[in-house]
């Protein structure tokens, strides 16, 4: 399917790299150009973006805009790329957020901005081309294409002291899990090739293997391994506080917001409707974790002394209730896993925006540097206030609607899960509140944030947008799950129809679950 016959998926993969063509064109020493250049080619890429929003089919679950053809015909290695409810949304999330990320780095990013600019734009094609691939081989060299201009931008433009640390790390991290899951996309096409004498590597076509169980632990157990990494799952995280607190704002930004839901997205599309019945029986193990990870990241959160390293350690909590809804397995718990992916973008984003302003006019993240920032910046004030209520949930803000959900499904699927999750609402509220009051009340104790300037109007204009997305998916969900409903029905309906259910774990009716 095209848009006025234009294949839009490959025109949103592609458009990006034909700005850091352009670039290279342009003299490294002219960063003003460089910066306009590649503000102009990231926002008509979210403007791109736009008609696929407006021309989606809400009432069908079925893969849309699908483009399909053959690349290496041989191996069965084919170009398929589609969107269905669940990655039309984290697409235009990638496309809005990278706009944003390059007005950030703005006066940010000083030295070897050209390249720079190239690799955000680089970082955006691979974001988009993992969320469309509907071939693995495809998917995973996005995958991997995502992982070169990441590594960059953290050893090149993180903090001076640990970045090459955090780049390596991170790298590593990354690898290793991705290997192993290169290990299993082959095992998974030659096992198919053997039981049908098809040769494939089309997502679609390979869900409709029929594997042992046995089988698909091994093979579960390796696409789980490298999105659970990714996402961060605990025991996974601990290259995520490096990452986050060494890489630039712009970097921390996006990986908040996009690479992270690589992790999820790929449970999502990949793992659980590849290997139903391992996902289904692995579902204590995967729910436990998920709430260690949302205790845990809290209760670390807790204690940080740094501004960033608080706000990445909150990711992990967060991203703990994404999993913990997704393997309830019911409505609810699937769209709230869904809907708190995009928040998560939004609210940690637009924190580590904030942290990012600050860090710009004082060079120092320790919140006991701060104090009293409220009466010299009280624009900045309004803006941290509502990012950080975004951030625990208050009612009328997007992350209410969905924590809410994934703890209805939590209960609906086990009520222990549902009460132990719940504490972590609490402690998220607890240490969000109590670093907000320490940086922005009480005496200014600091000569040096005395006259510390407010917001000007680019800052301004990159936490306008936010904000207006944090209220409008607080107080409108209904446009953003009128998206998702028919594919997540799918999901469910898909998933509970090919697991072998045990008897003491029927599978609920997708009507009921709507209910």
């Known amino acids: 399917m095209t848009i006025l016959g234009i294949p839009i998926l490959s025109l949103l993969i592609f458009f990006p790299i034909l700005g850091a063509i352009i670039l290279l064109f342009i003299n490294k020493e002219n960063g003003r150009a460089l910066r306009w250049v590649t503000l102009?080619?990231?926002?008509?890429?979210?403007?791109?973006?736009?008609?696929?929003?407006?021309?989606?089919?809400?009432?069908?679950?079925?893969?849309?805009?699908?483009?399909?053809?053959?690349?290496?015909?041989?191996?069965?290695?084919?170009?398929?790329?589609?969107?269905?409810?669940?990655?039309?949304?984290?697409v235009l999330l990638t496309t809005f957020l990278t706009v944003l990320c390059i007005l950030c780095s703005w006066t940010a990013i000083t030295f070897r901005v050209k390249e720079f600019m190239i690799s955000f734009l680089f970082l955006e094609t691979g974001m988009i081309g993992a969320l469309v691939a509907l071939d693995l081989v495809l998917f995973y060299v996005f995958w991997e294409v995502m992982l070169i201009p990441m590594y960059l931008l953290i050893g090149v433009w993180g903090d001076p002291k640990r970045?090459?640390?955090?780049?390596?790390?991170?790298?590593?991290?990354?690898?290793?899990g991705s290997v192993l899951m290169l290990v299993a996309i082959l095992a998974l096409y030659f096992l198919n090739q053997k039981a049908?004498?098809?040769?494939?590597?089309?997502?679609?076509?390979?869900?409709?293997?029929?594997?042992?169980?046995?089988?698909?632990?091994?093979?579960?157990?390796?696409?789980?391994?490298?999105?659970?990494?990714?996402?961060?799952?605990?025991?996974?995280?601990?290259?995520?506080?490096?990452?986050?607190?060494?890489?630039?704002?712009?970097?921390?930004?996006?990986?908040a917001g996009v690479l992270l839901k690589m992790g999820t997205y790929g449970f999502i599309r990949f793992a659980i409707p590849l290997f139903p019945n391992a996902a289904f029986d692995l579902l204590p193990l995967v729910s436990v974790l998920a709430i260690i990870g949302i205790i845990y990241g809290a209760l670390v959160s807790m204690m940080?002394?740094?501004?960033?390293?608080?706000?990445?350690?909150?990711?992990?909590?967060?991203?703990?209730?994404?999993?913990?809804?997704?393997?309830?397995?019911?409505?609810?718990?699937?769209?709230?896993?869904i809907y708190q992916m995009l928040n998560h973008g939004i609210s940690t984003g637009s924190l580590f925006l904030i942290v990012g302003m600050v860090y710009e006019r004082r060079h120092t993240r320790l919140i006991s540097d701060f104090g009293g920032l409220s009466k010299?910046?009280?624009i900045y004030a309004v803006f941290f206030m509502i990012v950080t209520l975004s951030s625990i949930g208050l009612p009328g803000t997007n992350g209410f609607v969905g924590e809410f959900l994934i703890l209805l499904g939590a209960f609906r699927s086990n009520v222990v899960?549902?009460?132990?999750?719940?504490?972590?609402?609490?402690?998220?509220?607890?240490?969000?509140?109590?670093?907000?009051?320490?940086?922005?009340?009480?005496?200014i104790t600091k000569p040096e944030n005395e006259k510390l300037k407010d917001l000007n109007a680019r800052e301004i204009g990159i936490?306008?947008?936010?904000?207006?997305?944090?209220?409008?998916?607080?107080?409108?969900?209904?446009?953003?799950?009128?998206?998702?409903?028919?594919?997540?029905?799918?999901?469910?309906?898909?998933?509970?129809?090919?697991?072998?259910?045990?008897?003491?774990?029927?599978?609920?009716?997708?009507a009921e679950a709507k209910k």
Request: no cysteine.
């Open 417 to 443: 899960y549902g009460v132990l999750a719940a504490t972590g609402v609490i402690l998220g509220a607890a240490y969000m509140l109590w670093m907000f009051q320490r940086v922005m009340f009480g005496k």
């Open 163 to 176: 970045r090459i640390y955090a780049a390596i790390k991170f790298f590593l991290f990354t690898m290793a």
């Open 376 to 378: 010299v910046m009280p």
């Open 40 to 90: 102009l080619f990231s926002f008509i890429e979210f403007i791109f973006s736009l008609p696929l929003f407006f021309a989606f089919d809400s009432k069908t679950g079925a893969m849309q805009f699908v483009e399909d053809w053959w690349w290496i015909q041989s191996y069965g290695i084919s170009y398929k790329l589609g969107i269905d409810g669940i990655s039309l949304l984290l």
């Open 196 to 255: 049908t004498g098809i040769a494939t590597f089309d997502v679609l076509e390979l869900y409709q293997l029929g594997l042992p169980v046995g089988t698909q632990y091994w093979l579960f157990g390796a696409f789980a391994l490298a999105f659970a990494i990714k996402v961060p799952m605990f025991p996974f995280h601990t290259w995520l506080p490096d990452a986050h607190t060494e890489a630039p704002t712009a970097g921390s930004v996006i990986l």
């Open 304 to 337: 940080q002394p740094d501004l960033k390293r608080l706000v990445a350690f909150s990711s992990v909590s967060h991203l703990g209730y994404v999993m913990l809804g997704m393997f309830a397995f019911n409505m609810q718990g699937i769209q709230g896993s």
């Open 463 to 510: 936490l306008v947008p936010m904000v207006i997305v944090i209220f409008l998916m607080g107080i409108y969900p209904k446009l953003f799950f009128s998206k998702m409903d028919a594919s997540v029905e799918k999901f469910i309906k898909d998933f509970h129809g090919r697991v072998e259910m045990k008897a003491d774990l029927p599978a609920p009716k997708v």
